[in-house]
């Protein structure tokens, strides 16, 4: 959990990067798949630039590496992946420049939609002009998905269930006088099948799929968007039934008349309206589907979600123990398994994984199964797999001074023996010392079971695990020699104390539970807003304070106490550098907690 200061590398890099524009390939992914890659630990790296986002991804072979690039108004699930895999980014401050900039875009875009509509208006060209503004936005293709490909969401399966019936048929619908709804809104983190959903509708049918990418709509020259969405309805309407599928709907579907930040925002809402004028554009037994997809429901403006729009909401979440097993099933179909594969087992292996990662799972494991030239996939690969796609990629070949390494096993084993000690603190799998991703060395720890709700006690276990690298530090090299290992550490255990007191009620000090601080939506990065007396924040921050402080000392005391585990462990660490369940409890003992 020691998470470096790359920027200066990072700098020369991109020294390098724009120094040698040639070799670099650039693609396009949407913003779920950016951050599924960014999950997996593929894309390093990541620069935010307003809406731009850009990420360097592997290179393959001797090629150049692959500069990702996406555009999402919402970064904070990125923001989120990247804290908890400890990715450093950078994000750029809008340039003085820009006002200036704008103008002369705006000027630029004036002249080529003037020319457009002399074009237009002289009749030359006109479809040619038409595809230039559409092409991107209208795909269009028949699917071979089916239910049977999806699984772990039944609820989400069953509430989509019968727009296949009703796009099979519209016509006995009509005569019945029932009414289905036109637009399903699915809402979801990534990677958990909201399009695979959606595209198993339209294969159930056996209907066309259109599919768009709402950031795709979002083009420089205000107008663009709008025609996009225009001919995207126009098309869909000609192939009816079909099923229109948007993804990352809060692209443009953000709350209208907020702040305003310049000619993107003018683009966005002609979108956003002329998608609300098409949607009122037909009816509802045309047999035309809208879905869309966005993981930031509380975003979007109110108008797309009124009824006769996207008023029915199916939650496509993240699978249980139940659904990871079947969907690892899923993705062995066209695999060679051996045949002891218990995936009960290899389910419980991966808790909090979205089938995105469940599916990478698969694949890494045939992968590394194949690099030893086994006949089958055995457990083993699965969980090799497991802790490559939890945890990043190995950078075997990373040099890393030996004092450094020192701290990292130092620090490392401190979070271990507060964990391995602290009653109701997620098991210890491993603790390394080999890098991954941007960690300099990690310590591996999952509870058995999907934790749904939290107990105070959990939360306090998990504070003091991660207050354990620092305090190790200190105990070992003295408060003078303390590094900046720990910043992510400190970053989240102050957030969960925040939370704590804040959001969970979970302090008697402050009188009978309640939340202080007005978030709109649940979304822990979202700045809360100051709802409470001067007083009242005097007092918050003094429980808060008092909160850490008494994990801080129970494990400052443990480690003090242990502090020959802590010295034997951090040898066993650096000989071996790694360290499994089994061999940390042969230096600790079983797990025995005594810290309450
Ligand atoms: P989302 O649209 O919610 O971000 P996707 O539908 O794009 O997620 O999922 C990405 C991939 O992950 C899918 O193509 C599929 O292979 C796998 N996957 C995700 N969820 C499931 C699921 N519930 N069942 C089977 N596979 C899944
Ligand atoms: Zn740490
Ligand atoms: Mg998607």
């Known amino acids: 959990m020691i998470k470096v200061l790359l920027v200066l590398i990072a700098l020369i890099f991109l020294t390098f990067l724009i120094a040698t ?56 699930e990125l923001i989120r992946v990247m804290h908890e895999k400890h990715i450093v980014y950078r994000e750029k401050q809008p340039s003085s420049l820009g006002p200036v900039f704008w103008v002369m875009l705006g000027l630029l875009g004036l002249l080529v939609i003037g020319s457009m509509l002399m074009k237009k208006a002289s009749g030359a060209n006109r479809s040619m002009v038409k595809r230039t503004i559409s092409n991107k936005a209208t795909l269009h293709h028949t699917v071979n998905v089916s239910f049977k490909d999806v699984a772990g969401i039944d609820e989400a399966v069953e509430e989509v269930r019968d727009l296949v019936t009703f796009l099979k048929e519209p016509k006995r619908f009509q005569t019945l006088g029932g009414r289905m709804p036109k637009g399903i809104l699915l809402v979801g983190p990534p990677g958990n099948g909201k399009t695979l959903l959606a ?73 956003l309206n002329q998608l609300l004028i098409a949607m009122d554009g037909f009816s509802a037994n045309e047999g035309i589907i809208l879905m869309a997809a966005t993981n930031r429901p509380e975003t979007l403006d109110s108008a797309l979600t009124r009824s006769g729009r996207l008023d029915r909401q199916v939650v496509v979440p993240r699978p249980d123990l139940r659904g990871r097993e079947k969907i690892l099933k899923i993705h ?28 990478s799972v698969m694949n890494e494991a045939a992968l590394h199964a194949g ?25 075997k070949s990373a040099v890393i001074p030996e004092t450094t390494k020192k701290v990292v096993s130092v620090h490392e084993c401190g979070h271990t023996l507060a964990g391995w000690f602290t009653v109701e603190a997620d098991q210890i799998r491993e603790v390394t010392i080999v890098p991954r991703g941007q960690a300099l060395g990690l310590t591996w720890s999952m509870p058995d079971e999907d934790q749904v709700l939290l107990s105070k006690k959990q939360l306090l276990a998990k504070i003091q695990l991660l207050y354990g690298g620092r305090i190790a530090e200190q105990v070992v090299f003295g408060p003078e020699f303390i590094t900046t290992g720990a910043s992510n550490d400190l970053e989240r255990l102050s957030k969960i104390a925040k ?36 007083k009242t924040e005097a007092l918050i921050d003094d429980q808060v304070n008092k909160l850490l402080k008494g994990c801080y000392d129970q494990v400052l005391q443990l480690l003090t106490e242990k502090r020959d585990l802590l010295d034997k462990l951090t040898a066993a660490l650096l000989d071996k550098e790694s360290l499994g369940q089994a061999e940390i409890e042969a230096i600790l003992g079983p797990r025995n907690p005594i810290l309450a």
Do not use: W
């Open 332 to 359: 062995s179909r066209d695999k060679v398994i051996a045949p002891d594969v218990d995936f009960v087992i290899a389910a419980r292996r991966t808790t909090g994984m979205s089938g995105a990662d469940l599916e």
């Open 371 to 395: 690099k030893l030239n086994k006949p089958a996939i055995e457990l083993a690969d699965i969980e090799h797999a497991c802790k490559k796609v939890q945890l990043g990629v190995e950078r």
């Open 21 to 76: 524009p040639q070799g670099t390939d650039i693609k396009n992914v949407s913003a779920s798949e950016f951050i599924s890659s960014v999950e997996r630990g593929d894309i390093k790296d990541v620069t935010i630039d307003g809406d731009h986002i850009t990420g360097t991804g592997p290179s393959v072979g001797t090629a150049a590496p692959t500069e990702y690039v996406t555009y999402s108004s919402d970064k904070s």
């Open 199 to 271: 595209r198993a509708v339209a294969g159930e049918a056996g209907v066309p799929f259109f599919s768009a990418d709402a950031s795709s709509f979002v083009e420089m020259f205000v107008g663009v968007g709008a025609a996009r969405v225009r001919d995207l309805f126009e098309d869909a309407k000609k192939r009816a039934p079909c099923i229109i599928f948007i993804d990352e709907l809060d692209a443009i579907g953000k709350k209208r008349g907020g702040l305003s930040n310049g000619g993107g925002d003018s683009e966005r809402e002609q979108t």
């Open 499 to 534: 939370g704590m007191v804040k959001t969970y009620g979970m302090c008697p000090e402050l009188g009978p539970p309640q939340v202080f601080g007005d978030t709109e939506s649940g979304f822990v990065f979202q700045e809360s807003r100051k709802d409470y007396s001067d």
